[in-house]
């Protein structure tokens, strides 16, 4: 095989000759791949997430947000598309560092720091104030931080008027956007982190879950009726966001522009939530950040929820008055939204193209499907 070849045309002889595809090693990417086809065209299989990132010896490996300790002192994420390194504990001013594309962007916590309770991709800093936890969770391409607060009393606390972080990214320019989130551009004008407006909410949806629940467990139907309601309402409720991951039915939420000055970020919780007579303990605050994907993908929900790169199960379709469901008192819509990149097949003539979605759950089994 000559060596002038392109690896496309090197491929794309193997696999004529083998009668199997070929993957194009050099056009692999972290969510993407190439194959050469033995009739001679090629396919690109794309995920609007990132699935592999490049290991320390350069050679490619699943995502893993799982975290580890190293020897220097800090809690590393074990093979994410950003490298994503938390403190272990000590002075804040290091509490995490993105680097990706060369660059490097740090945010530090105004005081010291408890050491972490590490589990799974989670690590979470106990009583960064009073009865107030912070927990930094590991994502394919950034993190969340939610800070955690657990009582009244402490939602009182003058510290939580406004939360302030240090934030620099040295050779990054870091600009607000009209979302209310922040972007982090090298001297280029070229996007590398980012991230969206930040949110609260409270725990009232999970109050609901626990009577919706009991509800059904003291149901008089008839065994076979229980099974059929249980195979239609529980896997429902397990497409809801753990509590600390994202508001679910029933939380009352709140967005929360971001504030940049100079190296300094703010986020204000909104008073009539954190203070509010209603408001549902334990309250979460969550500021996240991430990378530079060039695919992405949302969960909207009619009722105004967001859920931002959602991290596991999602539910879709119409949450109503059905089998005695939480929501049945406040109806509402949810869909999912996926956004891929297409520069790669610009140019390019196009055969066939399918989208493979894998649907775990939904409100209902009737109707459901993908347009």
């Known amino acids: ?12 002889v ?13 056009s692999t990417t972290e969510s993407s791949e190439v194959f050469a086809n033995p009739d001679g065209t090629f396919t690109q299989e794309m995920n609007a997430a990132p699935v592999r990132a490049r290991r320390s010896d350069s050679t490619w490996a699943p995502i893993d947000t799982s975290l580890v300790r190293d020897a220097g002192g800090s809690v590393r994420a074990r093979n994410t598309t950003a490298g994503l390194t938390f403190a272990d504990g000590g002075s ?34 106990a009583d960064v104030l009073p009865d107030v936890d912070l927990k930094l969770t590991a994502l394919s391409s950034g993190y969340t931080s939610v800070l955690v607060v657990k009582t009244a009393e402490a939602a009182r606390n003058p510290a939580l008027a406004t939360i302030t972080m240090t934030l620099t990214g040295g050779g990054l320019d870091i600009a607000p956007t009209a979302d209310g989130g922040f972007v982090a551009r090298d001297s280029d004008g070229t996007p590398v982190f980012e991230s969206p407006t930040g949110q609260m909410w409270d725990s ?30 529980l896997p429902a409720a397990g497409g809801e966001p753990a509590p600390s991951e994202g508001p679910g039915s029933g939380d009352a939420s709140s967005q929360l522009p971001l504030k940049i000055t100079g190296s300094t970020l703010q986020i204000s919780p909104d008073p009539a939530l ?35 790169e959602f991290d596991g199960t999602k539910g879709v379709g119409r949450c109503s008055n ?21 520069s790669s097949i610009h140019g390019k003539k196009i055969l066939d193209a399918a989208m493979e979605v894998y649907q ?6 009737i109707r459901t499907g993908t347009t």
């Open 1 to 12: 095989m000559a060596s002038d070849q392109s690896p496309e045309s090197q491929a794309s």
């Open 204 to 233: 009232a949806g999970d109050a609901d879950t626990t009577r919706a629940t009991t509800q059904l467990s003291r149901s008089s139907a008839s065994s076979a009726e229980a099974a059929m309601k249980e195979q239609a309402v």
């Open 92 to 125: 804040g001013e290091a509490l995490v560092t993105l680097a990706d594309e060369g660059y490097e962007l740090k945010f530090g916590w105004p005081t010291a720091l408890p050491k972490p309770q590490v589990e799974g991709s989670s690590a979470t800093y």
């Open 274 to 308: 954190l203070h509010g007579k209603n408001t549902v303990f334990p309250l979460y605050i969550d500021p996240p950040t991430k990378g530079i994907a060039l695919g992405d993908w949302t969960a909207l929900s009619s009722d105004g929820d967001k859920f931002w």
């Open 322 to 342: 059905y089998a005695g469901y939480l929501c049945s008192n406040s109806p509402y819509t949810q869909r999912l939204y996926f956004e891929y990149p297409l």
């Open 14 to 26: 193997l696999a004529a000759e083998t009668g199997k595809r070929v993957a194009v090693g050099a």
């Open 360 to 365: 775990e759950w939904t409100f209902t089994a």
